[in-house]
């Protein structure tokens, strides 16, 4: 299958950008936010929270960091006026991280003060290995005064005594696997052992209160969240189930009638072609995810 991703991955930036605007469908939104809002009633009315994300990362100067910011302050205007069960996600590099620290964290602080007033949540998400420690920062200075969350990712070394530190920050963590390819020095490549240290970081956060957002379609650790949530008894109103949109929907089914609160993350925005290439070249596995989902629902359907 490795070859066969590989293949798949390599080949994906000469495809016409139609052919890989009809294979992205299921997982973006569309590009402006009104298809993200569309996206998000829809999902609402069947049972599911979601959370916001403006396609865009690794900018180059910092009228880009101001203009996404700007239209996550429009998204925010948007949730409200429709009033939304949704949040916002955004990503450090999108904001100026690798081009001056202080004006990201300045930007994402402008971010954070809107959904402060509307009563709404910034998720930080965790991008690759060179940023952990700058976003572990920002995370740490906006949480003394705004609401805002961030990720943690179960494949890298370091996660656990990460924890140590977000622990009595009393944090709200996202828990995933993640998405990046890093070098073996500092992430964990094997299957078993990801997932064996995701069900232990899983269960350190629950016992000591944090709120997690339990980011994952694999059905072996929902099943291992539901048998920790079960054992610690851990209210409702301190975790949700998180998934992507377009991805394992049935599962998502699954976990909402059995009375669990559960977000979608909707990525929208100008950017998705270039998101779509540079993600399935970054990660070939998920190429062949895609392409076993379309063939599946060809033949599903034929
Ligand atoms: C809400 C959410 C937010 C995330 N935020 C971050 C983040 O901030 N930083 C980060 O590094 N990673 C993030 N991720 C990605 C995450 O780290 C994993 O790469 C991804 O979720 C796949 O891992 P998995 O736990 O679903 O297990 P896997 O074993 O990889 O997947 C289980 C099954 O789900 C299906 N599947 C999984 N991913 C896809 C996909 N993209 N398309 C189609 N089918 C798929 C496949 O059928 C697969 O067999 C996020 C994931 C989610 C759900």
């Known amino acids: 299958m490795n070859l066969f991703n590989k293949l798949i991955a390599a080949t994906l930036p000469a495809v016409p950008k139609p052919i890989v605007g009809y294979f992205s ?24 929270m979601t959370t916001l994300d403006v396609l865009g990362e690794n900018i180059t100067r910092k009228q880009e960091a101001t203009a996404y910011a700007e239209q996550y302050l ?37 971010i954070a003060a809107k959904a402060k007033e509307y009563h709404n949540f910034v998720r930080i998400d965790m991008e690759d ?6 976003t572990f920062w920002l995370y740490e200075e906006l949480k003394k005064d705004m609401p805002v969350g961030t990720v943690m990712q179960a494949y890298l070394r370091r ?14 963590l996202r828990l995933c696997k993640g998405i990046y390819v890093e070098p073996y020095s500092a992430s964990y490549k094997d299957r078993e052992i990801i997932r064996r240290n995701y069900l232990q970081l899983l269960e350190r956060m629950l016992e000591s209160k944090c709120y997690v957002g339990i980011g994952t379609h694999d059905e072996y ?8 949530i079960k054992q610690m008894s851990i209210p409702k109103d301190q975790y949700e189930f998180q998934m992507l949109l377009g991805v394992q929907e049935e599962l998502r089914k699954i976990i909402i009638d059995d009375g669990h609160r559960l977000r ?6 100008a950017e998705w072609f270039a998101y779509s290439v540079r993600r399935l070249k970054e990660n070939p596995q998920i190429a062949g995810y895609v392409v076993q989902s379309i063939i599946k ?5 034929s």
């Open 25 to 48: 469908s299921p997982y973006i939104a569309g590009d402006t936010i009104e298809d993200a809002i569309r996206a998000a009633r829809d999902l609402q009315s069947r049972g599911m």
């Open 74 to 110: 429009q998204v925010l205007d948007a949730i409200k006026a429709e009033n939304l069960d949704a949040n916002v996600s955004l990503k450090p590099t999108q904001m100026g991280l690798k081009l001056d620290k202080d004006f990201c964290l300045q930007t994402i602080r402008s």
């Open 129 to 134: 290995i060179t940023c952990t420690d700058d």
């Open 159 to 172: 996660s656990d005594s990460d924890l140590d530190k977000l622990i009595p920050l009393n944090a709200n």
């Open 221 to 228: 650790l929902i099943w291992g969240a539901y048998k920790l």
């Open 264 to 269: 979608v993350y909707v990525p929208f925005g």
């Open 297 to 301: 629902g060809y033949f599903g359907k």
